[in-house]
């Protein structure tokens, strides 16, 4: 057997198991489990909180098109007949502020430079996920707000007597707060 064939092989193992931890403790987080996150206390009322995290909010806007025949008469001189075309509304996201993201609980809260917000997570009607970020609509905010930036934040998550340092995605910021919005319900009860 080759020298470095053993190597590679516990290589392979220490991977594998990686990735069946951190699947296990993210599916222990859709349940409502947050013990699998390092630094959370049970007794505490803090959760997790974010650095750099990008408060945007989604803005209409329409796109001016200028549509029409325009021909070459002579030489400096056109012919132009506009044509009316319908604009659709787009929705775009614009950044409003840059600051810290906080799942405390009793709800989500933030503190950018200019803008605060808090949302109890009685309010909060829906979650959603992007790949970097989630949205959220809740009750107390007219518009749906969304927290992009999860790609900078890294979490510790334990799983045993081991430990790995996880890359926070959208859908592992979504289930966190889910995961803590349940356990604050649980705590009601």
């Given at each position: 057997?080759p020298?470095g064939?053993?190597?590679?092989?516990?290589?392979?193992?220490?991977d594998?198991?990686r990735?069946?931890?951190?699947?296990?403790?993210?599916k222990?987080?859709?349940?409502?489990d947050?013990?699998?996150?390092s630094?959370?206390?049970?007794?505490?009322a803090f959760v997790?909180s974010?650095q750099?995290?990008k408060l945007?909010?989604?803005?209409l806007s329409?796109?001016?098109?200028e549509a029409?025949?325009?021909?070459?008469i002579?030489?400096?001189?056109?012919?132009?007949?506009a044509?009316?075309?319908?604009?659709n509304?787009t929705e775009?996201?614009i950044?409003i502020?840059?600051?810290?993201?906080t799942?405390?609980?009793?709800g989500?809260?933030f503190?950018?430079?200019?803008k605060?917000?808090?949302?109890?997570?009685?309010?909060?009607?829906s979650i959603?996920?992007?790949?970097?970020?989630?949205?959220?609509?809740?009750r107390?905010?007219?518009k749906?707000?969304?927290?992009?930036?999860a790609d900078?934040a890294?979490?510790?998550l334990k799983?045993?007597d081991?430990t790995?340092?996880?890359?926070?995605?959208g859908k592992l910021?979504?289930?966190?707060?889910?995961?803590a919005?349940?356990?604050s319900l649980?705590?009601?009860n």
């Open positions: 057997m020298f064939l053993k190597k590679k092989k516990a290589q392979v193992t220490v594998r198991q990735q069946v931890d951190i699947c296990y403790a993210v222990q987080l859709a349940r409502g947050l013990k699998f996150i630094g959370i206390d049970s007794k505490s997790l974010f750099n995290v945007a909010e989604p803005r329409q796109a001016n098109l029409g025949i325009k021909e070459r002579t030489k400096g001189l056109y012919f132009y007949v044509q009316s075309q319908d604009t509304p775009e996201l950044q502020d840059i600051g810290t993201m799942i405390g609980a009793n989500v809260d503190a950018g430079k200019s605060h917000i808090s949302m109890n997570f009685g309010d909060i009607d959603g996920h992007t790949d970097n970020g989630i949205s959220i609509s809740a107390s905010q007219l749906r707000v969304r927290f992009e930036g900078g890294i979490v510790t799983v045993h081991r790995y340092k996880q890359t926070l995605s910021m979504r289930l966190l707060v889910e995961a919005m349940k356990r649980e705590k009601r």
